[in-house]
């Protein structure tokens, strides 16, 4: 079955760039679908940072955009995430997901990152 | 964009029905049939329960069901089971062409 996990750095510096990868396993990401990430801040609620098509079209968060970049690398199968100039408010568990029509059917097990100062 | 509303906590005892709302706009919920709803359990990945309004992924309960009016959109539980308490999320498409999501509602079973 399809599986998603994310992998990178547990901390990050602030003012720094944080990069996230999304291993996919029993799919090809350039097979189709949309592909995206999502992040919960402790204790928080969910939030869509972007989302991206096999074929390369993406869409963000308004509120991150200027600082948001979702890549896919085929020769890997896995989707990369770049946040760059982190605060605290970018510490969260990030979660790589594929979505179905406008909603996110498969989601991996998510990873903590923390921004320090 | 603005996260949609959702209530903060609701409870109910097994066997009960519960009713989470998610209020928008006419730029997300009201304006498109692509809402979604999500369960969450501590330390766990969201779990897609409800797309497209009112459809259940394969594997989903029939206890979980759907529905909209107008700009509010919401999810039912029937039959209310201890391993229902879990935070649940409604994400809606919009007008932008993003995705938004609730604030996110606890439920809990009494």
């Known amino acids: 079955q399809v599986q998603l996990q994310e992998s990178g750095p547990g901390l990050v510096q602030s003012s720094e760039t944080l990069s996230l990868s999304c291993t996919v396993s029993?799919?090809?990401?350039?097979?189709?679908?949309?592909w995206g990430w999502i992040r919960q801040p402790p204790g928080k609620g969910l939030e869509w940072i972007g989302s991206m098509h096999h074929a390369g079209s993406t869409d963000y968060n308004p509120s991150l955009k200027s600082r948001v970049t979702i890549s896919v690398d085929t020769s890997k199968n896995q989707l990369s995430l770049r946040l760059s100039s982190v605060t605290a408010a970018d510490t969260a568990v990030y979660y790589c997901a594929r979505r179905l029509g406008q909603a996110f059917h498969i989601w991996g097990q998510g990873t903590m990152v923390t921004v320090s100062s | 964009q603005s996260a949609l509303t959702q209530p903060a906590s609701v409870s109910g005892s097994p066997g009960q029905s519960i009713t989470i709302s998610c209020t928008g706009t006419s730029s997300d919920v009201g304006g498109y049939n692509y809402v979604s709803w999500y369960q969450q359990h501590p330390g766990n990945a969201p779990k897609l329960m409800i797309y497209d309004v009112t459809n259940r992924p394969s594997g989903v309960s029939n206890r979980f069901s759907g529905s909209k009016s107008v700009n509010t959109a919401s999810l039912t539980i029937s039959g209310l089971q201890a391993e229902d308490e879990a935070d649940y999320y409604c994400s809606s498409y919009t007008s932008s062409g993003t995705l938004v999501f609730g604030g996110g509602t606890k439920l809990t079973v009494l």
């Open positions: 029993g799919y090809s990401i350039s097979s189709g679908y949309y």
